[in-house]
């Protein structure tokens, strides 16, 4: 029958009000429908009532509505719309009018609630008088091997939180845009007129954009409350992901002027800019990343209707959004296409370089279009093309990923008849003129089997020719793909394709970008290690980020046998296997499968006498003290095999030792079997040291802020984890202590036991205690009346050896060296305008810049030569060394470099913050610090101007040695020594 408001009901009497009424909507979902219904009849509040509304679906879901509905009475209502909606708008809205609980839940059909979702909800609701709870949607990767899931913006959701009004979450309305995480009051929604528009796609962020504006009270839970599931390889898309119709996103930019509108009308204008900067890192980048997939005419149309758009968001969002996201959206705004697909393949493959750049008065911008518009348009197009902070500029031609646009494919005539060849042609960007005009060039291709983690099967063919034409580098290759390629079968279903580029011995690796859609190819024959029946033929393709790649496809006459061969036993003990294998690997290649073989099988190999294995920052470096030690026992030409750990890539590692990858096979096995350990940080927590090795730890510096289980993080944790910490640290035989300081902190911290302590000083500090005896000889050599350009010969030699240009004679080098910062994904920021200060010290100064290891700056091009970035440097001992004065804030090298002697700066900006909000520190740096507190860039500035460097020598000399005193008291200039006696002696060569 029809109810009053003209949708079909199947209705159940109801005795007394539930207090929650959850609305179903379904369409054409039959088989999930009776899965979502579950999820809320067994809710472990019962006061829930079920409100089906099925979109008039044309397969059976309303016949499974109104049967759960007879199964369930009183419980479950089901009703129909008379015609299709389209979307998720009229069934919803539908839902609201047939509740009669006192709140409302939303849950689409293929989606599930979580077990006390409704309760949770409910109590938030009840407690704090909100009008809208809202909790943790979880999405669940359905089709994936282990149902992978993924928060919804978690940060929303870590506490309990009561607002009373959106405006002091604004994150809220800008990302938490769903509206099936949420539970509504009944009265509010009807009261407040709120429904979801009908007729236009995402619904759910206007009607999540009306409640939030509406509501008096908001409350927050951490509870997951709703289970987002997900199908990547689902055959229809949903709505949303239809993003190849160009009125999806016409949809969208109208929801989001209404958006603005809604906002604007509540006196909540404020809250769009956060929604205009969401809307230039996330909604326009989702259709941005599909635009080189589309024609010439949804181009068009699709710019026409962004640009409307774009004019209405504030000019400060750019700012605070990543330079790929401002660039794109501003190159869009102007319509310069050119210039922005190269930018979307940016946008797409980060870190890739997809344009020549320019630079310009010191800094580097994206193209040099539009910087020379007049007035502010011009000044707002050199705000937003300005890429200087990406670092290109200072980056050698081996660590660009470079943009190689596919510039020609095409098969030879005969390819449909048994050839196999292809010409290839493409241009490579060349940013800056990186790769120089005499370089020489070679080049290759190389096909390779998409394998994840596995390069198993590769083969290369040469380049004909690569030559440079302006700002890109041409070339072109011939290849036989029915030759080259040899795979194995439907192991080897994809082929993707680089171009490996040969500048002057330096190697960078680009894929090949088809850069406009409707890359066409016939099927080219190919040669399978298995047999033809399975796959003998390739096909070129696009990826999913714009690269050409092959795939393999059946030989067309044996489709059927190859069918029924899969389909049939030979086929499914086939693909059984290659499951197996692929699982097999994975497992094998696990953290926990090593952990299991570094314990239960290398640990039980022999130890090997005289193997140690050395480590530096967690296998980042070739530095400090167990670098000296092991220069030490070189140098004493002692009998060892040494394995030295390495992260990333094994660059500026020694070459006459042992080099392994950290937490490979290699590196698991030279740790169970070594009779040594020597590392400044920590190996793997998890692995426990065997009885008969001996673990040197040098740790990497004395301590100001509170460390281990002085850290207030640390008291918090539970018995069991602290007890799992404690059993790490007691892995350490031997701990090196430089100063009695360190046994108060430090060791104390790490609940060390007094044998365990070494007082010896820091193996990385005999060198600079060298280098102060070598400055006091030439002091004295100078008040003597000999030749003192002992300092300026050691100078240039550090610099050689930093790979930095010789320092001039007149000016001193100022070395910067902070302390690591939390950045988020953001680069570390200095904390003064490097270019003010490159142009007023920069005729008596040359700054070095040396950001903490887990940190990373970039320099404006403008301050080249007056300013110079250290960080590369494995080992900041030379650095500190190189320095004639130190400026840093509350970073341990204050300690080390105290020993040279010479002035320190300290630019404390953010003391409060650090030392109150922080974890705390031992000891007060402004009491104690043996040289100048500055708080700001003026302070700074005027201590440099106003003093020389010998002048801060003298003022706070006693403050230095009393410093040195206290801190590094056991730095004498021998601990790398003393270590190799004490511990290495008997390996001497006889």
Known sequence: MYGTNGIDGVNADVDQRPAVSVVVIVYNDEARLPTAVRSVLEQTLRSVEVVIVDDHSTDGSYEVAARLAAEHPGRVRAYRLPENSGGCGAPRNAGIRETRGEYVVFLDSDDVLERNACRNLLEAAESTGADLVSGLCVRVHVDTRNRKEVPWYPWLYTRTRTLDSVSELPDLLVYDTLSTNKCYRRDFLVEGGLLFPVGIHYEDLFFSAQAYAAARRIALI????????????????????????????????????????????????????????????????????????????????????????????????????????????????????????????????????????????GRIYWCAEHLDAPGEEGEFARRILDVTELGYHARPVGKLFLRNELTEYEESTDAGRGGGRIR??????????????????????????????????????????????????????????????????????????????????????????????????????????????VADRVEPQVSARGHLAFRLVPDKKATVLVTRGLRGTPGKLAKSGYRKTKALRKKVTSGDTKIRLYHEVFQRMPRQRRLVVFESHLGRQYSDSPRAIYEEMRRQGLDFEAVWSYAGRPEGFPADAALVRRWSLPYLRALARAEFWIDNQSFPLKLTKRPGTTYLQTWHGSALKRMGFDEPGWKLKSRAEQAEQQRTLDRFDHFLIRSEHDVRTLAKAFRLREKVLLRVGYPRNDALVRAREKDRKDRKDRKDGKDGTDRMDRRALLAAELGIPPVPADKKVL?????????????????????????????????????????????????????????????????????????????????????????????TYDYEEYVHEGRGTYFDLLERAPGPIVRTEDELHTVLRDSSLDEQTLKYAAARERFTADFGEYDKGTAARSVVDQFFSEWRRT
């Open 222 to 361: 951490p509870n997951r409350v709703y289970d987002w599931n997900v199908v990547e390889k689902a055959q229809s898309k949903s709505i949303s992901n239809r993003r190849a119709e160009i009125a999806n996103f016409a949809h969208r930019m109208e929801i989001h002027r209404r958006v603005d509108r809604l906002l604007a009308d509540k006196g909540m204008a404020e809250l769009k800019f956060h929604k205009d900067v969401k809307f230039l890192k996330h909604d326009l980048v989702l259709h941005l990343r599909d635009l080189p997939f589309r024609d010439a005419a949804y181009r068009q149309e699709f710019a026409g209707l962004a640009r409307a758009y774009l004019a209405s968001i504030d000019p400060a969002a750019y700012d605070d959004v990543e330079p790929i996201h401002a660039v794109c959206a501003y190159l869009l705004r102007m319509g310069d296409w050119d210039n922005l697909l190269p930018a979307v393949d940016t946008l797409t493959n980060r870190d890739k370089v997809s344009a020549p750049l320019v630079e310009r008065d």
């Open 424 to 533: 290839l042609a493409g241009r490579v960007t060349n940013p800056l003129g990186v790769v120089p005009a005499d370089a020489r060039l070679s080049a290759s291709l190389e096909f390779y089997a998409r394998r994840p983690g596995v390069r198993f099967q590769t083969f290369r063919v040469p380049v004909a020719w690569v030559r440079h034409d302006g700002p890109y580098l041409t070339w072109q290759a011939g290849v036989d793909v029915s030759r080259t390629l040899r795979p194995l079968g439907i192991v080897d279903a994809v082929w993707d394709v680089r171009l490996h580029l040969d500048v002057d011995g330096e190697r960078t690796t680009s894929r090949l970008t088809a850069a406009e859609p409707g890359l066409t190819g016939g099927e080219l024959p190919v040669r399978p290690r298995l047999t033809r029946l």
């Open 815 to 907: 070395l910067y060296a902070p302390t690591f910062r939390h950045q988020g994904q953001r680069r570390f920021a200095l904390p003064f305008d490097v270019e003010r200060f490159a142009e007023t010290f920069g005729d008596e100064y040359v700054l070095l810049v040396r950001a903490h290891y887990l940190n990373h700056v970039v320099l404006p091009p403008s301050v080249r030569g007056r300013v110079v970035d250290v960080s590369g440097h494995h080992d900041v001992t030379p650095v500190l060394a190189l320095a004639d004065a130190l400026i840093t804030d509350y970073s341990s090298v204050m300690f080390d470099y105290a020993l040279l002697d010479r002035p320190m700066f300290f630019f």
